[in-house]
């Protein structure tokens, strides 16, 4: 009896997690708004233990694979964490809008 329910106990609290956000950004929304891009990378961290941060440098990458002969404006970013009783995974979210415009054109639409 008591064995049974150290482990209910057990496994409801490994089961049991926590989601926050910790940031969110938006650049300039454009007027034109071709194609809908969208890019996800995660991290698990174990026990806190997190020596770079160099898997958020791919969401970059996607969104530009995305829209390789175009600009990427109107990004919205999301930072959040899911937090578990040893660990956690932290997972970056961007959003954006893949414009086939010149550079120069997209400065000035938003001046």
Do not use: W
């Amino acid at each position: 009896m008591i064995c049974r329910f150290f482990i209910i106990i057990s496994t409801s609290l490994l089961l049991n997690s926590c989601a926050s956000v910790n940031s969110v950004s938006i650049t300039p929304i454009p007027k034109q708004r071709n194609q809908v891009v969208k890019a996800e990378v995660s991290k698990f961290i174990f026990l806190g233990f997190n020596f770079n941060n160099d898997f958020v440098d791919d969401v970059t990458d996607q969104l530009i694979q995305q829209c390789p002969d175009g600009i990427v404006t109107g990004i919205l970013t999301k930072d959040e964490v899911i937090s578990y009783i040893l660990a956690f995974t932290r997972k970056i979210t961007a959003t954006g809008y893949c414009n086939s415009q010149s550079q120069k054109q997209a400065r000035a639409e938003f001046q």
